[in-house]
């Protein structure tokens, strides 16, 4: 219900009270007496309604004016048009304004404010005795009672007040009404058989009610839902009595012919179901596919051809058509037989029933489609045998040769594309049964058939191809010139035809299998003179057939055999310069052609380019390797003339392409030991690396690749590829280990050095551990490596590869004894100093605290390491470091007095057992803070001996803050004037 046409009403009767100037509360009865009206003239007075922007008033309000104006009529009738007439004018002057909701809540408002009024409503029925009265007012709850959920409705109530109103008037329209709104309020309520019971009272107590047409109908429905198809048959045939303009004449139709057919009354069904199809044909809303009609007419087809397939199928069909009359919907009968037969899966019913259609009607311009609805079914059913013959029959029928074709050109367009689909099935039928025999007399057949569809117009998008399987079988029948011709017409006149260059490669083979029956002489010279002015026109016309290229053999071994030497090397070059190329053995023989008489010539470019391309294939391996020494001869010779030109750029460049061309030629080494002196002559390192390198694979054992390596690592290094030079270096190394240890040793380490500059940590590591391992001695150059180690391990993160180096300097500084030098001693005190440096950082870390016993051990544990390798850096005595362990060893006792005095104190101590225990501490440290002092004092009296770094001068700016009564001194400078007076 909408909630505007209830406020709009509500809001409408307010305003109808409000005209007159009555009191506020009271009945409409006492306003009226107050205005001078009394209730006869309210019922004779129209009520007018004006649209009109309204105070705002409650719900309630509204429906005690509803419920007022209710009250105003004493004819119910009369009553209720009231109400309807007021909601409906009220309706258009409802505004969302004076509803101060949005939209959101409409549909609760709604249920709410029809709830409050049914409920209202509900109260006055059980409150009046007025039987008409009770009747308007459940009418009135009626039309509320849909927008209300079912435990909200009061079904009880409408039913004991119906069977009350029957109970107490004869009026037969009254009890009509009553029994059919008592069958609706038992229905609602889900009592269907006491809802039939009522309509079955109604149609029989007041069989020509204004309800009695619709109550039938009902009950029809009723009883066909629960199977009591007897009875709903004439529950429907009652319906469809009363005249077929009444609203249920089409689906009473409808349901009583499926009466008839669920009691197995086809015939009797049929007489239904047709007069709903002719009732139905013609009407404009069968064009709309998804209105009623158009479903309903149908569906009646389909049951119309289930009754039919229960009776004697496309028999019955025909017979009735022939006793009843044609329909313009008779092809859709058979049609829609035909539908049931395949949905049950009987496929030869089925045609059979598609089939009696063209024997009803063989010249109907539909007969066409019907046979091939036919074909179908056979081949859906997987019966080949039956769909041959009815494809023939089909070709027979509508075919070029047939009346049909000839008394129907303006449909031939709509089945010619199925009439030349079946004549080509019957082609390619007969074409296999053919190609199975192999005997080539059988190939007529098929010859037959495609011939026909050939002749049929128009002609088709696949015409071309049908022709090429016509020219096919000719030739499969040994009719050699038919075939040929059909060949070059496939070939020369279908322009679009994809494989038209098969066709005419087929007329070659013709040609030659005409040539190779001997003919005579005469005979012989004008099928070959056919034979090549096909070819030609063939190599025009699809030069990029795959084919071609044997035809050019062909036709080069026909000009060398005419003797035309120069055409036949025309034709080797047509065929070698195909693309995409030929095969192999046939570009062989096209360069093997081309280049032979090209080195014959002298022409040793054009000859060089041609055995290079007939080398790419496969041959004997004697030819090969004549024809391989052969084309490195040619660019040997090219090089020789160039450089006897002076081209010395250019003919290096060629000796190099012998190796190229010919890697295992006999001149190849020649032509390459040429190439990099002439590159070598000219100043062209970067030239001559490849080549040098190139030469030292191939020929390992020949004495001058011993040369080539101290010659590659300076052109190398020339170059900027140092790791290139390091490998070179490395060579060196291991070729003179034995000869030459001392050229070997450089070489390895100059090695290591080219791999530094390459910036390649890894190889550089590499290098150098090899280094170590082949040369333990001399001192000096085992610590430079062992420190490159240390430092490229630093650099890619090895901290652990680090630490074993920095203790390898050591020990090679101690395995050195007096023979090592000043360098030795640096590198070994560096790696002792940077080895003692994380137990001095681990000494500063430990903090003192409680117990204090526990974490002085822990530090003090640590300081011993620490002063240990600071002790053992002094002892090399390199003054840089020196001074340094000397620094690190006054600091540490500096720290540990520090640390004591400011360690952390024991709990619970009272003031003065704090003081004791503070100046504890302050006597075990000052014995370490004075240590520290003279370790200081020692450090800083080395500037005596002309050293002074960073690290004495850290000692000074330790002792100013240990004694800075005699450190902590700075000089004060005044101005002076420098002036005699």
Same mark, same amino acid.
């Given at each position: 219900?909408?909630?505007?046409?209830?406020?709009?009403?509500?809001?409408?009767?307010?305003?109808?009270?409000?005209?007159?100037?009555?009191?506020?509360?009271?009945?409409?009865?006492?306003?009226?007496?107050?205005?001078?009206?009394?209730?006869?003239?309210?019922?004779?007075?129209?009520?007018?309604?004006?649209?009109?922007?309204?105070?705002?008033?409650?719900?309630?309000?509204?429906?005690?004016?509803?419920?007022?104006?209710?009250?105003?009529?004493?004819?119910?009738?009369?009553?209720?048009?009231?109400?309807?007439?007021?909601?409906?004018?009220?309706?258009?002057?409802?505004?969302?304004?004076?509803?101060?909701?949005?939209?959101?809540?409409?549909?609760?408002?709604?249920?709410?404010?029809?709830?409050?009024?049914?409920?209202?409503?509900?109260?006055?029925?059980?409150?009046?005795?007025?039987?008409?009265?009770?009747?308007?007012?459940?009418?009135?709850?009626?039309?509320?009672?849909?927008?209300?959920?079912?435990?909200?409705?009061?079904?009880?109530?409408?039913?004991?007040?119906?069977?009350?109103?029957?109970?107490?008037?004869?009026?037969?329209?009254?009890?009509?009404?009553?029994?059919?709104?008592?069958?609706?309020?038992?229905?609602?309520?889900?009592?269907?058989?006491?809802?039939?019971?009522?309509?079955?009272?109604?149609?029989?107590?007041?069989?020509?009610?204004?309800?009695?047409?619709?109550?039938?109908?009902?009950?029809?429905?009723?009883?066909?839902?629960?199977?009591?198809?007897?009875?709903?048959?004439?529950?429907?045939?009652?319906?469809?009595?009363?005249?077929?303009?009444?609203?249920?004449?089409?689906?009473?139709?409808?349901?009583?012919?499926?009466?008839?057919?669920?009691?197995?009354?086809?015939?009797?069904?049929?007489?239904?179901?047709?007069?709903?199809?002719?009732?139905?044909?013609?009407?404009?809303?069968?064009?709309?596919?998804?209105?009623?009609?158009?479903?309903?007419?149908?569906?009646?087809?389909?049951?119309?051809?289930?009754?039919?397939?229960?009776?004697?199928?496309?028999?019955?069909?025909?017979?009735?058509?022939?006793?009843?009359?044609?329909?313009?919907?008779?092809?859709?009968?058979?049609?829609?037989?035909?539908?049931?037969?395949?949905?049950?899966?009987?496929?030869?019913?089925?045609?059979?029933?598609?089939?009696?259609?063209?024997?009803?009607?063989?010249?109907?311009?539909?007969?066409?489609?019907?046979?091939?609805?036919?074909?179908?079914?056979?081949?859906?059913?997987?019966?080949?045998?039956?769909?041959?013959?009815?494809?023939?029959?089909?070709?027979?029928?509508?075919?070029?040769?047939?009346?049909?074709?000839?008394?129907?050109?303006?449909?031939?367009?709509?089945?010619?594309?199925?009439?030349?689909?079946?004549?080509?099935?019957?082609?390619?039928?007969?074409?296999?049964?053919?190609?199975?025999?192999?005997?080539?007399?059988?190939?007529?057949?098929?010859? $037959?058939?495609?011939?026909?569809?050939?002749?049929?117009?128009?002609?088709?998008?696949?015409?071309? #191809?049908?022709?090429?399987?016509?020219?096919?079988?000719?030739?499969?029948?040994?009719?050699?010139?038919?075939?040929?011709?059909?060949?070059?017409?496939?070939?020369?006149?279908?322009?679009?035809?994809?494989?038209?260059?098969?066709?005419?490669?087929?007329?070659?083979?013709?040609?030659?299998?005409?040539?190779?029956?001997?003919?005579?002489?005469?005979?012989?010279?004008?099928?070959?003179?056919?034979?090549?002015?096909?070819?030609?026109?063939?190599?025009?016309?699809?030069?990029?057939?795959?084919?071609?290229?044997?035809?050019?053999?062909?036709?080069?071994?026909?000009?060398?055999?005419?003797?035309?030497?120069?055409?036949?090397?025309?034709?080797?070059?047509?065929?070698?310069?195909?693309?995409?190329?030929?095969?192999?053995?046939?570009?062989?023989?096209?360069?093997?052609?081309?280049?032979?008489?090209?080195?014959?010539?002298?022409?040793?470019?054009?000859?060089?380019?041609?055995?290079?391309?007939?080398?790419?294939?496969?041959?004997?391996?004697?030819?090969?390797?004549?024809?391989?020494?052969?084309?490195?001869?040619?660019?040997?010779?090219?090089?020789?003339?160039?450089? +006897?030109?002076?081209?010395?750029?250019?003919?290096?460049?060629?000796?190099?392409?012998?190796?190229?061309?010919?890697?295992?030629?006999?001149?190849?080494?020649?032509?390459?030991?040429?190439?990099?002196?002439?590159?070598?002559?000219?100043?062209?390192?970067?030239?001559?690396?490849?080549?040098?390198?190139?030469?030292?694979? $191939?020929?390992?054992?020949?004495?001058?690749?011993?040369?080539?390596?101290? #010659?590659?690592?300076?052109?190398?290094?020339?170059?900027?590829?140092?790791?290139?030079?390091?490998?070179?270096?490395?060579?060196?190394?291991?070729?003179?280990?034995?000869?030459?240890?001392?050229?070997?040793?450089?070489?390895?380490?100059?090695?290591?050095?080219?791999?530094?500059?390459?910036?390649?940590?890894?190889?550089?590591?590499?290098?150098?551990?090899?280094?170590?391992?082949?040369?333990?001695?001399?001192?000096?150059?085992?610590?430079?490596?062992?420190?490159?180690?240390?430092?490229?391990?630093?650099?890619?993160?090895?901290?652990?590869?680090?630490?074993?180096?920095?203790?390898?300097?050591?020990?090679?500084?101690?395995?050195?004894?007096?023979?090592?030098?000043?360098?030795?001693?640096?590198?070994?005190?560096?790696?002792?100093?940077?080895?003692?440096?994380?137990?001095?950082?681990?000494?500063?870390?430990?903090?003192?605290?409680?117990?204090?016993?526990?974490?002085?051990?822990?530090?003090?544990?640590?300081?011993?390491?620490?002063?240990?390798?600071?002790?053992?850096?002094?002892?090399?005595?390199?003054?840089?470091?020196?001074?340094?362990?000397?620094?690190?060893?006054?600091?540490?006792?500096?720290?540990?007095?520090?640390?004591?005095?400011?360690? +952390?104190?024991?709990?619970?101590?009272?003031?003065?057992?704090?003081?004791?225990?503070?100046?504890?501490?302050?006597?075990?440290?000052?014995?370490?803070?004075?240590?520290?002092?003279?370790?200081?004092?020692?450090?800083?009296?080395?500037?005596?001996?002309?050293?002074?770094?960073?690290?004495?001068?850290?000692?000074?700016?330790?002792?100013?803050?240990?004694?800075?009564?005699?450190?902590?001194?700075?000089?004060?400078?005044?101005?002076?004037?420098?002036?005699?007076?």
């Amino acid at each position: 219900m909408n909630r505007f046409r209830l406020h709009g009403l509500a809001a409408a009767i307010i305003a109808l009270g409000g005209c007159a100037s009555s009191p506020q509360n009271g009945t409409l009865e006492q306003q009226a007496r107050f205005g001078g009206t009394t209730l006869a003239d309210l019922e004779n007075t129209d009520i007018i309604i004006e649209e009109q922007q309204l105070e705002s008033a409650s719900t309630q309000d509204a429906l005690n004016s509803y419920r007022q104006a209710a009250e105003l009529f004493d004819d119910p009738e009369r009553r209720a048009k009231t109400l309807r007439r007021m909601a409906d004018l009220a309706l258009s002057s409802a505004t969302e304004q004076e509803m101060g909701i949005d939209d959101a809540d409409n549909e609760r408002l709604e249920q709410r404010v029809d709830k409050v009024v049914y409920d209202n409503t509900m109260e006055q029925v059980n409150t009046t005795a007025d039987t008409e009265r009770k009747l308007a007012l459940l009418d009135l709850a009626g039309t509320m009672a849909p927008s209300l959920g079912d435990q909200d409705v009061d079904y009880n109530t409408a039913i004991s007040l119906y069977q009350e109103l029957l109970d107490s008037t004869d009026d037969p329209d009254q009890r009509a009404e009553a029994y059919y709104l008592l069958s609706k309020a038992y229905a609602m309520d889900g009592n269907l058989e006491q809802a039939r019971a009522s309509l079955d009272s109604l149609v029989e107590q007041y069989p020509n009610s204004e309800w009695a047409l619709e109550s039938q109908f009902r009950r029809g429905e009723m009883l066909f839902s629960d199977g009591d198809y007897d009875y709903a048959e004439k529950a429907y045939a009652d319906v469809i009595k009363r005249g077929a303009n009444n609203e249920f004449y089409n689906q009473a139709l409808y349901k009583h012919g499926w009466s008839h057919y669920k009691l197995g009354d086809y015939e009797l069904a049929q007489g239904s179901f047709f007069t709903l199809l002719d009732n139905l044909n013609g009407s404009s809303e069968l064009n709309d596919d998804t209105s009623m009609e158009n479903k309903l007419f149908a569906d009646t087809q389909r049951v119309v051809s289930l009754a039919f397939s229960n009776l004697d199928g496309p028999q019955s069909v025909k017979k009735w058509f022939v006793r009843n009359g044609n329909r313009d919907y008779e092809p859709d009968i058979y049609r829609s037989l035909g539908q049931v037969y395949l949905s049950q899966e009987r496929f030869r019913d089925a045609a059979e029933a598609f089939d009696m259609f063209v024997q009803v009607y063989p010249d109907s311009t539909l007969a066409p489609e019907f046979s091939s609805l036919q074909i179908d079914a056979y081949q859906k059913g997987g019966f080949p045998t039956l769909v041959l013959p009815a494809k023939e029959k089909f070709i027979q029928h509508y075919g070029i040769n047939s009346d049909y074709w000839g008394r129907h050109p303006d449909i031939r367009e709509e089945y010619v594309s199925l009439l030349k689909g079946h004549i080509l099935d019957l082609a390619e039928y007969h074409h296999v049964l053919a190609q199975k025999s192999g005997k080539p007399a059988d190939y007529r057949d098929p010859a $037959r058939w495609y011939q026909e569809y050939l002749d049929t117009p128009p002609a088709s998008e696949d015409q071309a #191809k049908v022709n090429h399987r016509y020219a096919e079988v000719l030739y499969a029948a040994e009719d050699y010139p038919a075939a040929i011709s059909e060949f070059e017409r496939t070939a020369y006149q279908y322009q679009d035809y994809e494989q038209g260059g098969d066709a005419a490669f087929n007329a070659l083979v013709a040609y030659q299998q005409i040539l190779d029956n001997n003919p005579d002489a005469e005979q012989e010279s004008a099928w070959r003179a056919k034979k090549i002015a096909s070819a030609q026109q063939y190599g025009q016309r699809f030069p990029a057939h795959p084919e071609v290229p044997n035809v050019l053999h062909d036709t080069a071994e026909d000009q060398l055999a005419l003797g035309d030497v120069e055409g036949a090397v025309k034709t080797a070059g047509l065929l070698v310069n195909r693309q995409p190329p030929p095969s192999a053995e046939l570009m062989r023989y096209g360069w093997a052609t081309i280049a032979n008489g090209e080195f014959d010539l002298g022409r040793f470019k054009v000859a060089e380019m041609a055995y290079g391309k007939l080398l790419e294939m496969q041959m004997p391996t004697e030819q090969r390797t004549e024809y391989r020494e052969k084309l490195a001869i040619s660019i040997y010779r090219q090089a020789e003339q160039q450089q +006897e030109q002076g081209n010395l750029d250019m003919a290096a460049a060629t000796f190099l392409r012998v190796g190229q061309a010919v890697p295992e030629a006999a001149v190849r080494k020649n032509a390459e030991f040429d190439a990099a002196t002439l590159f070598i002559n000219q100043g062209r390192s970067a030239d001559a690396i490849p080549v040098l390198e190139a030469f030292r694979q $191939r020929y390992p054992n020949d004495p001058l690749t011993d040369t080539i390596p101290d #010659k590659l690592a300076i052109a190398y290094e020339k170059q900027g590829n140092y790791t290139a030079a390091a490998g070179e270096l490395q060579l060196i190394a291991a070729n003179y280990k034995g000869d030459d240890p001392e050229l070997s040793r450089q070489a390895l380490w100059k090695a290591a050095e080219m791999q530094d500059r390459a910036e390649q940590p890894q190889a550089s590591i590499a290098l150098y551990q090899q280094y170590l391992r082949e040369w333990p001695q001399p001192y000096d150059f085992r610590s430079e490596a062992q420190f490159r180690l240390v430092e490229l391990n630093r650099k890619t993160g090895d901290s652990e590869r680090e630490r074993y180096w920095l203790q390898q300097l050591v020990t090679s500084y101690r395995e050195a004894g007096g023979d090592a030098n000043d360098r030795v001693a640096w590198l070994a005190a560096y790696a002792s100093f940077t080895l003692a440096e994380p137990n001095f950082e681990e000494f500063k870390r430990i903090a003192l605290t409680q117990p204090l016993k526990t974490s002085l051990a822990a530090k003090t544990a640590v300081m011993k390491k620490a002063l240990a390798d600071y002790q053992a850096v002094a002892n090399i005595g390199v003054a840089e470091y020196a001074t340094a362990a000397n620094y690190k060893i006054g600091e540490m006792y500096r720290v540990l007095a520090r640390d004591l005095i400011a360690s +952390e104190r024991p709990n619970g101590l009272d003031e003065l057992e704090l003081e004791e225990y503070t100046m504890l501490l302050e006597d075990k440290a000052f014995p370490y803070e004075d240590q520290a002092i003279d370790i200081l004092i020692a450090n800083t009296n080395l500037v005596t001996d002309d050293i002074y770094d960073q690290w004495v001068k850290k000692s000074f700016g330790a002792l100013a803050e240990l004694i800075p009564g005699r450190y902590a001194k700075f000089e004060q400078v005044e101005s002076y004037v420098d002036i005699i007076y």
